[in-house]
């Protein structure tokens, strides 16, 4: 058996997770995925895909949503 395939959490290149009540137009679960140079949130419920910003220190992971923008 092999063990050294995954290790831990920390992805080098992408990353993926879901942020619960993280879409700020219905308050659904938003999932966001993050890559070199470009991050995107999308909410499966209403289908709001946002570009926030996302920072991360230490374990926590902090997201903000720039304004919408208007319709
Ligand atoms: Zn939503």
């Given at each position: 058996m092999k063990q050294s395939e995954k290790t831990g959490e920390?992805?080098?290149?992408l990353m993926e997770f879901t942020l619960s009540g993280?879409?700020?137009?219905?308050g659904g679960e938003m999932s966001v995925r993050m890559s070199p140079g470009a991050i995107r949130g999308y909410c499966g419920r209403c289908s709001w895909i946002s570009k926030p910003l996302i920072w991360q220190s230490g374990k926590e992971v902090s997201i903000l949503h720039p304004p919408l923008a208007e319709a």
């Open positions: 920390q992805a080098t290149e993280g879409c700020v137009v219905c």
